[in-house]
């Protein structure tokens, strides 16, 4: 009896190192897609791509190196639970895999839903339907924070300020004060930020100031123009307007989330009248059958 393997055949030696080849660009091609291997808890893995997804999917900032460590820890303890499930008790993990797909189910119906129909949706909201949505509920809208209109620089503690006179240009008693502090901002700003059109939550604007220290509302209410430094930055404040905690924040600072809530209002309603159309259009896509 003759045996023929691989290495004694040329043809079949050429074939096995194509194969080998693609499996190398297969596996390849597999870990460019999904990234670096972040964690694993026995075969289940978790590569870097997948985790940036995830973080994204809940609203957390997969650039924040401490809460994406915190996300990976958290991810490994779930998971922990998961293989010891499948290892200990598989009967009962067949009943969690049950309800995964069930859950998995009920987020595709939404996903597609939310997909199909906004190819559909009408994305134009007029002035008028701002204005009206705005007058109607403007109760919604109080505000939790002051809004302010305002001009911030942080700067090296060591810059020599006082000899390109921002410390007076900062006050901004006339457009050349300003164009000077845009000049020196450009050469030494570690932050900067200026406007005296479009309005921003105080909390926002005094983000990297150490305010802690000062009282905000005097911040705010007396309309500060000051500076000050700690061991390592000078810091320049000028609050041109404000508007009150509590109070109804102005149109423009709402438009874009009038908007969002006026077209979700259509989404929700258009969702309603064509739910049962989808669900038919896609069960003719697919073959389904039943046996009871």
Not at 91 to 118: G, Q, T
Request: with cysteine.
């Amino acid at each position: 009896m003759t045996h023929y393997t691989l290495l004694d055949n040329k043809y079949s030696n050429k074939k096995l190192k194509q194969v080998v080849i693609f499996c190398s660009l297969l596996f390849l091609f597999s870990c460019i897609r999904k990234g670096e291997l972040v964690a694993s808890v026995g075969n289940i893995e978790l590569y870097e791509n997948d985790l940036y997804t995830l973080m994204k999917q809940q609203g957390i900032n997969p650039n924040d190196s401490t809460v994406r460590n915190e996300f990976v820890l958290n991810w490994i303890d779930r998971q922990v639970y998961l293989a010891e499930l499948i290892a200990s008790y598989p009967d009962e993990y067949n009943i969690v895999e049950l309800r995964s797909n069930e859950f998995a189910a009920d987020l595709a119906k939404y996903e597609l839903e939310e997909m199909m129909l906004r190819k559909k949706l009408d994305t134009i909201v007029t002035e008028e339907e701002l204005l009206s949505y705005y007058n109607r509920n403007s109760e919604e809208f109080a505000l939790p924070d002051y809004l302010v209109k305002g001009l911030y620089l942080k700067i090296p503690k060591e810059t020599d300020f006082k000899v390109k006179k921002v410390d007076k240009y900062f006050l901004l008693k006339n457009d050349k004060d300003l164009a000077q502090v845009d000049s020196y901002a450009k050469l030494y700003a570690l932050n900067y930020y200026y406007s005296d059109s479009s309005w921003i939550y105080f909390s926002e604007f005094a983000k990297d100031i150490p305010v802690k220290k000062y009282n905000r509302d005097n911040i705010v209410l007396n309309r500060t123009k000051t500076y000050f430094s700690d061991d390592m930055y000078t810091y320049f404040i000028n609050i041109t307007d404000f508007k009150l905690k509590d109070e109804t924040p102005p149109i423009d600072f709402l438009r874009r989330e009038i908007k969002d809530i006026i077209i979700g209002k259509r989404l929700r309603e258009l969702k309603e009248r064509r739910e049962i159309e989808i669900l038919k259009t896609l069960k003719d896509k697919h073959e389904i059958s039943i046996n009871v």
